[in-house]
């Protein structure tokens, strides 16, 4: 499978913010899907993701802000974020474990090619 990330770009602080990844294929059923992101001089840090039960989970920095929704007519999957801040400006990537009987296998693990978001 491959993921394509859209909707990354400048925005103000308080604003808010849609990013989209497109699979080449179907992966409701046989992937966990994530969100991910990269600071400068920092090290790439889960955002938002979909465990084995599709429950989300949410970094701390991003709770309140945050929602991760799927689109399995479309292969797509959604990060919304709102409320961002100035320490929200990174690149962002979605990714996809593989999800075999409701565990996801990191180890799997498929990246899209990142998606700038720069929050002034």
């Known amino acids: 499978v491959q993921l394509v990330e859209s909707g990354g770009g400048s925005v103000q602080a308080g604003g808010s913010l849609t990013l989209a990844c497109a699979a080449s294929?179907?992966?409701?059923?046989?992937?966990?899907m994530g969100w991910f992101r990269q600071a400068p001089g920092k090290e790439r840090e889960e955002v938002a993701r979909?465990?084995?039960?599709?429950?989300?989970d949410y970094a701390e920095s991003v709770k309140g802000r945050a929602s991760i929704s799927v689109d399995s007519t479309k292969n797509t999957f959604q990060l919304q974020m709102n409320s961002l801040k100035p320490e929200d400006t990174a690149v962002y990537y979605c990714?996809?474990?593989?999800?075999?009987?409701?565990?996801?296998?990191?180890?799997?693990?498929?990246w899209g090619q990142g998606t700038q978001v720069t929050v002034s």
């Open positions: 294929r179907s992966i409701y059923y046989d992937y966990c």
């Open positions: 979909f465990d084995g039960d599709r429950n989300a």
């Open positions: 990714a996809a474990d593989r999800r075999v009987g409701g565990i996801c296998y990191e180890s799997s693990r498929v």
